[in-house]
């Protein structure tokens, strides 16, 4: 593929789709695809509910992170980590079947839960510098990617209030993008609630501005990886007990409880 191909074409949108063979192609050609109406009604409103209140804990007790072109000064925008242990609810979007089924597909099994974080935009926030989130990795990158996102969107996610932006096909570049490309035509990943967008980890991507006078876009971002990488929050230390307590045995493998291969106790899995 030629290095400016990814960079310059029209960027477009693939249709969403429930059919995980086509969502698996979507990935293959864009980086990305959208799942509609994985969370609906009570769970959806229940789910968006606890994550503005663990924003606003945050907030009140001053554990508040930001994120943005300047994170010391963008205090629109608002990071929330281990989200995992913030409500019984987020374990649903961990391991939904879902969300487990494209692991599977994509990065094969076992895999590892990196993290689960959410990113709340808030009216008049700036956006995230294009990037890829494969940069744990040296270039040039395997043909196949390392790690994956399964976005969560808990508002509708518009053009307008915020929306990741990817650049389509920037995967198949195998590398990070260059400084000269940071203003690389990007397409908004419009979904309403409810939905999940998945997206491996060597498309280029950012969160857009939020020109919105008075709208929030909260959306939970579930990352897995290959299970030679070291997670991006130790849940050994972070996790609350009962999440591991009353966990599935895909859980705890997602979660480096259960090992094969890698992370064993006297040669057998610790759990």
């Known amino acids: 593929m030629n290095a400016t191909v990814a960079v310059t074409a029209a960027p477009v949108l693939p249709p969403p789709t429930r ?6 192609r979507n990935i293959a050609d864009f980086g990305f695809t959208i799942v509609p109406d994985v969370l609906t009604g009570d769970a959806l409103t229940a789910t968006r509910d606890a994550l503005y209140r663990a924003a606003a804990s945050d907030r009140a007790r001053g554990r508040e992170q930001h ?13 929330v980590w281990n989200v995992l242990s913030r409500d019984p609810l987020f374990e649903d979007l961990a391991f939904h ?4 089924a494209y692991v599977k597909a994509l990065l094969g099994w076992p895999a590892l839960l990196g993290n689960l974080s959410a990113n709340i935009t808030g009216p008049g926030g700036g956006e995230m510098v294009l990037h890829a989130d494969q940069i744990f990795m040296p270039e040039p990158w395997a043909a196949d990617p ?5 976005a969560w969107c808990l508002d509708d996610f518009t053009e307008a209030n915020g929306a990741t932006r990817f650049v389509p096909g920037s995967h198949k570049l195998n590398r990070a993008p260059r400084a000269d490309e940071a203003d690389a035509p990007t397409v908004a990943m419009v979904a309403p609630a409810g939905s999940i967008v998945v997206f491996e980890s060597r498309v280029w991507h950012k969160t857009g501005f939020n020109r919105t006078a008075s709208e929030h876009r909260a959306g939970v971002f579930g990352w897995y990886t290959k299970p030679i990488y070291r997670a991006q929050e130790n849940w050994f230390l972070s996790l609350r007990p009962e999440v591991r307590q009353f966990a599935s045995d895909d859980a705890l493998v997602l979660l480096g409880y259960r090992a094969e291969g890698l992370g064993l106790v006297h040669g057998i899995s610790p759990a």
């Open 19 to 24: 059919d995980i063979a086509q969502g698996l």
């Open 67 to 79: 994120f943005g072109l300047d994170y010391a000064h963008d205090s629109s925008n608002q990071r």
């Open 97 to 100: 079947p879902v969300a487990i």
């Open 146 to 150: 390392q790690g994956m996102n399964v």
